[in-house]
């Protein structure tokens, strides 16, 4: 390619093409990945909306750039339509970009339908408002237009802001450093974002944000590698591994409790409702579980230990307040009914403190044994009520 025998413009649109090119290779790479992990999650869903909905605005780029550097009949007209649909895929992907974040946050905004709706209200009703008046304007006025000025930006926007803000507030409140570093590796992307987007106004001619877009995701994929590797890919809470981790780096023994849990009844669950409903069950307990042992003064680990149990391990000098943690948990799982509606939740707990004569294994057998002692105390008092 003879790059010095081209025209500013054509060297110009080359660059634009190759960046957007690019930038569509690396999200949809991601893309197949994603979707060949066959993870059915609804936050994995989102994120692979955004993946999708960023490839589109990538198209729409391409586009862009053709009828901008060159002169042609309906040229404007282009233009103009291109920047509606930059709109409705930019928006559609700060929708989705927030309610993954809100659903890693665990969902405290987004429980309900009505709340759902709710957040996608705004985004909803200025995409609607701006293919109006672009339809309605026979003209580029539209791009002088204050309230569609609006509608294009700051709405968007404001999600990715406040999706960054979410994160950076959570990183700054949590005191357990793996959650403080996904936290963090959260903003990065919004962060990043906001900040090519601003380039990009100032050199408009430049392929700037399709790049900076793509290895911000690309940044952000490998973080969320790295995140699964001791991360519970159903429930979102720490695995196995990362309890073997923690367990092996652990040395406060002296005053450390280990807690396990179990969901009551939980095969009836799957025999009546379904596989699938267990298995957002799951989601909404640990989601519970991780309400009960946050911001607290004990120091609590929380994991899936296997199936349908649970482990904490946590740090504090008197029996009392695990006990208080205990009533904690059981108030939070209660709480669920809200949400599930078709049953309760309910769970087993049986705790066992930590001594120098016994290995930590050991200990989590013990609170194992408590756990199913208590769980069948719970079995004997429904048949005597009967």
């Not at 690019?22 to 989102?46: C, D, G, H």
């Not at 672009?134 to 999706?163: G, H």
């Not at 069950?281 to 911001?295: F, H, M, Q, V, Y």
């Not at 904690?328 to 001594?355: F, M, N, W």
Request: proline share 2%; charged share 20%.
């Amino acid at each position: 390619m003879d790059l010095l025998g081209m025209s500013q413009n054509t060297l110009l649109l080359t660059f634009f093409i190759i960046g957007n090119i690019v930038s569509i290779l690396l999200f949809f790479v991601i893309l197949v990945s994603n979707i060949a992990s066959k993870n059915r999650e609804t936050k994995n869903i989102y994120f692979n909306a955004v993946l999708v909905s960023q490839i589109a605005y990538f198209i729409i780029d391409i586009i862009w750039a053709i009828a901008y550097f060159n002169n042609f009949e309906g040229r404007i007209l282009v233009i103009r339509y291109s920047k509606m649909l930059y709109f409705i895929t930019g928006g559609f992907a700060a929708f989705c970009w927030f309610m993954y974040i809100e659903i890693l946050m665990g969902a405290r905004f987004s429980k309900t339908k009505k709340q759902r709706l709710i957040i996608g209200l705004p985004i909803l009703l200025s995409t609607a408002f701006v293919v109006i008046i672009t339809i309605a304007t026979p003209d580029d006025r539209i791009v002088k237009n204050v309230l569609v000025s609006i509608s294009q930006m700051y709405i968007p926007y404001a999600y990715i802001v406040f999706a960054a803000i979410y994160s950076i507030v959570m990183a700054i409140k949590t005191k357990k450093k793996q959650l403080k570093k996904n936290y963090i590796s959260l903003s990065i992307y919004p962060v990043g974002l906001v900040i090519v987007s601003i380039l990009q106004v100032f050199f408009l001619e430049l392929p700037i944000f399709c790049l900076g877009t793509a290895l911000l995701i690309v940044l952000l994929y490998i973080f969320k590698i790295q995140s699964q590797v001791s991360t519970d890919p159903l429930t979102g809470i720490n695995n196995r591994g990362a309890l073997t981790k923690y367990i092996g780096e652990y040395t406060e023994y002296n005053s450390t409790y280990v807690l396990m849990i179990d969901v009551d009844k939980f095969k009836l669950i799957n025999d009546n409702f379904g596989h699938l409903e267990g298995d957002k069950a799951l989601i909404i307990l640990a989601n519970a579980l991780k309400e009960g042992s946050s911001n607290r003064k004990e120091k609590c680990f929380l994991a899936r230990y296997g199936g349908d149990e649970f482990i904490i391990i946590a740090s504090c000098d008197e029996e009392f307040d695990i006990d208080l943690l205990v009533d904690d948990l059981h108030k939070e799982v209660a709480k669920t009914y809200e949400i599930t509606q078709k049953y309760k939740l309910s769970v087993s707990i049986g705790y066992c403190r930590v001594s120098e004569n016994e290995s930590i294994l050991q200990v989590i057998e013990n609170a194992d044994e408590r756990m199913y002692e208590n769980k069948t105390k719970k079995k004997k008092l429904e048949i005597d009520k009967k």
